[in-house]
């Protein structure tokens, strides 16, 4: 649950956290529906954090912050702990929008419409990160991807309540934007073949 308020030009979220915020101190970092935030303030059990322009104009908080609204939530894996499923940082590469959420029996597939600049990184049973939710593409087609949500998934997060129009936060996979920026510049950064001396008749 959030509460939203306005101090010049920073906006101020306060997050019902539960049991997440147990050991968190201002100073930590807290992913809100996959975006990596800093706590301000922490009070019994519930946290503050701050938004700044930069952070709304790339996110799906522009739109969708409203008091009362449910959030996903995610403490950052320690440095010792065991690594499970993909890389997911909590940077925000980009603001998608859902088109379907099809129930099955108990699971159900959720379609998104991705901004034309990710759709290079998305692969089928590759990894995407959807409002913070580490997910496999089932499927692709022009311009969107499916995922297909098992019922933990459904009921731990706010993915069940999907609408068509819904914004969301997507993260690809860091991996292959790394891969993408080695080869489009093959010969930055490595060193140069040493020349051989030419013998002198």
């Not at 997507?170 to 001396?197: C, F, M, N, Q, S």
Request: with cysteine; charged share 25%; hydrophobic share 40%.
């Amino acid at each position: 649950m959030m509460e939203v308020a306005h101090d010049a030009d920073v906006v101020v979220v306060r997050i019902e956290g539960g049991p997440v915020v147990e050991g968190v101190a201002a100073g930590g970092s807290i992913a809100v529906n996959g975006c990596c935030l800093t706590v301000v303030q922490v009070k019994r059990s519930a946290f503050t954090c701050h938004l700044t322009t930069e952070t709304l104009s790339r996110t799906s908080f522009g739109s969708a912050l409203r008091p009362g609204a449910r959030v996903n939530l995610e403490r950052p894996m320690r440095a010792d702990g065991r690594f499970d499923g993909h890389i997911v940082q909590g940077h925000v590469d980009g603001v998608g929008r859902v088109v379907r959420l099809t129930r099955r029996e108990r699971a159900a597939d959720l379609v998104v419409a991705a901004p034309a600049r990710l759709a290079r990184y998305l692969v089928e049973k590759g990894s995407v990160t959807v409002d913070g939710v580490s997910l496999t593409v089932a499927a692709l087609r022009s311009g969107a991807f499916t995922v297909a949500l098992i019922p933990y998934t459904l009921e731990r997060t706010n993915l069940h309540a999907a609408r068509p129009g819904t914004r969301v936060n997507l993260e690809v996979d860091v991996v292959a934007k790394y891969v993408e920026r080695l080869v489009a510049i093959p010969h930055a950064g490595r060193p140069k073949r040493p020349g051989r001396a030419r013998k002198r008749p």
